[in-house]
Structures are given as structure tokens and as C-alpha cells.
């Protein structure tokens, strides 16, 4: 278990029976090398695996018998290489039908009967890595992956989204390095079209019907963490 008791010095940790979040990664590999990540570093140095269907269920059932408010089916993976992904969030949703489930992913998988099995899935939130707002930028931090077809891949789903009158928040996030920084507002732009946030890490940018709100970045963490009162924090993560 993981608290932020050192990260948060001014804040009284107050541990619960059971974590209200919880996190997990059904297969330990990614299919990108993106420059700000440490996946490139650590993966010929692991040993691979994929979750089976057993422990995924046994975790699931596990928590359904508590108060868990987000469920995370991510971690250091692409959680799109596990193709069981949609029924995996559907049996989770089918047990915890009032948890928020969500994850991120680079986006080069979602695509052809992916998407329609994501929407369907249950899902609450998705959100997209995405780098600057040129195909250069994007190209040189987000290595392994293609700018024209992620961007398309995003675009196909947030459509599917609003075509099926599903209430999925679909999201962008942006890792501010060097590269990107004179490409956000670009960024923002354009994908406050598809998106309900952009969301770039040393400050937060909400978009919402073209405003653009620069929120204070302790209390967005705390409510990204599921923690909008700042009373408590917990987390758990299992891994492969």
C-alpha cells in the first residue's frame, strides 16, 4: 500500500480498511518507447508476463465487496495489447457498477472493432498520451508510435462516443517536455473539438465549452486521486 504521507507533509494521512482506488496492469509491455518513460529502460530486464483470467477475477471480486470509487485497469503497460481489455472492464463494471473505471493509453490500438468493444464496455473514462501538436514533435517524444494514426485513432473513438450517446469522458494527457511546450495551446485548440479535458503535467488545463481554467495543482491532483477533500488518500497497485 502507498500513501502520500511524505509527498504531503501538511496533510493527516487517514488509512481506510481497503483502498478506494485501486490499480492494476494485466500485461507488463507497452508498445512504445516514449522519451519521458522508463519503460524503455527496464523492459529487457523484466521478465514479462500476462494476468490470467483467474487472479483478474479474483482481484475484481475482492473488491466488490468494498467501497472502491476508481478502478484503474492500467500502469508502466499499453493496456490495449491485452485484447481481453473490454471484457475484462465489463466483468469489472458488472461487479462494481458504482465504481469510476478508466484508463490511459497511447492510442496506436484503438482502432477497428477495438473501439466499438471499448464503448461498450462499461467504461467511464479514457484517457489519450499525446505529445505536442505536429507530427515532428509528436514523432521524437512519443518514439514507436505514429502521430496521423493515433490522432485519427482518437478522433474515430471520441466519434463512436458521441454517436452512441455513450457518457465516456474522453481525455487528453500531455507530458510537458521540452519539445512540447510551444505546442500546447495548439494542442488545446484542437482537441477541446473531441475531448472533455487536456491535461499536461506540471499544470492542468481543463477545457470545457472553449474555457480554459488553470486549476490550483494541488487540489487537481487531489481530485484526480479521488481525494476532492483532501481527508484522506490511498492507493494499491497490483502488477503482473
Given at each position: 500500500m502507498y500513501t502520500a504521507q511524505k509527498n504531503l507533509p501538511f496533510k493527516e494521512i487517514t488509512l481506510k480498511s481497503f483502498p478506494s482506488i485501486v490499480q492494476l496492469q494485466t500485461t507488463s509491455v507497452c508498445n512504445g518507447s516514449c522519451v519521458m518513460c522508463p519503460y524503455p529502460l527496464v523492459t529487457h530486464n523484466i521478465k514479462h508476463g500476462?494476468?490470467?483470467q483467474i487472479l483478474f477475477?479474483?482481484?475484481?471480486d475482492e473488491c466488490s465487496k468494498y467501497e472502491v470509487k476508481e478502478f484503474k485497469p492500467f500502469l508502466m503497460n499499453e493496456p490495449?495489447?491485452?485484447k481481453r481489455l473490454p471484457d475484462l472492464i465489463s466483468y469489472a463494471k458488472k461487479k462494481m457498477p458504482n465504481t469510476r473505471i478508466g484508463f490511459s493509453t497511447n492510442g496506436l490500438l484503438m482502432k477497428g472493432d477495438m473501439i466499438r468493444r471499448i464503448v461498450d464496455s462499461g467504461v467511464d473514462e479514457v484517457w489519450f498520451n499525446f505529445?505536442?501538436?505536429t507530427e515532428k514533435t509528436y514523432n521524437n517524444v512519443l518514439k514507436g508510435l505514429n502521430f496521423q494514426i493515433v490522432r485519427k485513432n482518437i478522433i474515430d473513438f471520441a466519434r463512436c462516443v458521441e454517436k452512441y450517446g455513450k457518457n465516456i469522458s474522453v481525455n487528453i494527457s500531455m507530458v510537458e517536455v521540452k519539445e512540447?511546450?510551444?505546442?500546447i495551446q495548439d494542442s488545446v485548440d484542437f482537441w477541446k473539438e473531441y475531448c472533455y479535458t487536456y491535461c499536461s503535467t506540471f499544470f492542468y488545463r481543463f477545457v470545457y465549452k472553449n474555457i480554459d481554467i488553470i486549476?490550483?495543482?494541488?487540489?487537481?491532483v487531489d481530485r484526480l486521486l479521488g481525494n476532492p477533500e483532501g481527508h484522506s488518500l490511498d492507493l494499491i497497485t497490483y502488477v503482473t
Open positions: 500476462v494476468m490470467s477475477d479474483k482481484i475484481i490495449l495489447i491485452d505529445a505536442g501538436n512540447c511546450l510551444p505546442e486549476h490550483v495543482i494541488i487540489k487537481t
